[in-house]
């Protein structure tokens, strides 16, 4: 069982920046053990992959839409993921959840989910 708590969320201007935090609780080492992703869902619009990063972190995937402006970090130390937000526009206004269990960019090949975090971004 893993549990995934997501923080960082909020209300944004275009081009702030913002941070999100995954924190990861598992009764065994799955945290450190398996990949991790960010999605988000926009209202009205399915859930897209933003990005992912390998167990050792020397994988990291990105969607196109965040290259560029959005990086993507992990402590396993500390079981943590981190989204690190540049250049926030308003068209990335959505629910960010974090995922674990893979790095593929489908959201079908994540195991486990967060309950979500709001980025609102006003132009």
């Known amino acids: 069982q893993v549990q995934l708590v997501e923080s960082g969320g909020g209300l944004v201007q275009a081009g702030d920046s913002l941070r999100l935090s995954c924190a990861c609780a598992?009764?065994?080492?799955?945290?450190?053990?398996?990949?991790m992703g960010w999605f988000r869902q926009a209202p009205g619009k399915a859930r897209e992959f933003v990005a992912a990063?390998?167990?050792?972190?020397?994988?990291?995937n990105y969607a196109d839409s965040v290259k560029g402006r959005y990086s993507i970090s992990r402590d396993n130390a500390k079981n943590t993921v981190d989204l690190q937000m540049n250049s926030l526009k308003p068209e990335d206004t959505a629910v960010y959840y974090c995922?674990?269990?893979?790095?593929?960019?489908?959201?079908?090949?994540?195991?486990?989910w967060g309950q979500g975090t709001q980025v609102t971004v006003s132009s």
């Open positions: 598992s009764s065994r080492r799955t945290c450190s053990n398996t990949g």
């Open positions: 995922a674990a269990g893979a790095i593929a960019p489908q959201a079908s090949s994540f195991q486990y």
């Open positions: 990063i390998s167990w050792s972190g020397g994988i990291r």
